[in-house]
């Protein structure tokens, strides 16, 4: 993805929230490239003191700072200031549940630290037949190609999210998947874009159907296991 993508793709996702925000709980401050980060109110003074820079790295785009020489993003201090406590070496992993790297409002962030989802989910792309995660191509019987998604939870195991036409679609179908299974700790392959209403409620529909489908196996497990034990 382009830089200017990145950029045009974060001003449109902030901008979908200005209609939420609440002015007695929440603020925006501006920050290069003509962008705006909207932050919690209470910090205001404090986020306030330091000129913010939107910096683009490997296809994410951080709001960031210098504080006493070290380089530190908007995520990072605001979740400092909420944890005085802790030093910034210490508050290194912080990520986004709604997956807006410009919403750092402290609800919006969560630390990663010994989360297992990071361990499996942040794994780079194996070698597969696509240049996805979570994509894999298949032959169909008229030899034309068709792309197949699926993603391994630990509550669902592995998930097949359908088959699909388009390489990319199949993507953007797993980036919503790991939307909605792991939030701001999962790796995407569109990072810094919010999949689209409609994937997600597609996606949802396939993981409730997974879940409906592993509670109707337990249940007869279980029967069959009772209907042994009783005979």
């Not at 929230?17 to 932050?39: C, H, K, M, N």
């Not at 802790?86 to 508050?91: G, R």
């Not at 592995?158 to 999962?186: K, R």
Request: aromatic share 8%; charged share 20%; proline share 3%.
């Amino acid at each position: 993805m382009q830089d200017e993508d990145v950029v045009q793709a974060t001003r449109q996702a902030v901008a979908s929230l200005a209609a939420t925000l609440d002015p007695q709980s929440d603020a925006v401050i501006g920050t290069s490239r003509g962008l705006e980060a909207i932050i919690d109110r209470q910090y205001l003074t404090e986020i306030s003191r330091f000129p913010w820079y939107a910096v683009i790295s490997r296809g994410h785009i951080y709001a960031v700072t210098d504080v006493r020489g070290q380089r530190i993003s908007l995520q990072r201090l605001t979740y400092q200031l909420a944890n005085p406590s802790l030093t910034f070496e210490e508050v290194k992993h912080v990520s986004f549940i709604n997956k807006i790297s410009f919403d750092c409002r402290l609800a919006n962030l969560t630390d990663r630290i010994g989360r297992q989802a990071v361990m499996r989910n942040r794994r780079s792309k194996r070698a597969t037949s696509s240049k996805y995660k979570g994509v894999i191509a298949s032959l169909r019987p008229d030899g034309t190609t068709t792309w197949r998604t699926q993603i391994k939870a630990d509550l669902l195991g592995t998930m097949a999210i359908g088959s699909y036409p388009d390489e990319t679609q199949a993507a953007q179908v797993y980036d919503a998947a790991a939307f909605l299974l792991f939030g701001g700790s999962a790796l995407y392959n569109f990072p810094g874009l919010v999949p689209h209403p409609d994937t997600l409620a597609h996606v949802a529909h396939h993981i409730a159907r997974r879940k409906h489908w592993l509670r109707t196996r337990a249940r007869k497990v279980s029967n069959g296991g009772e209907a042994a034990a009783s005979s």
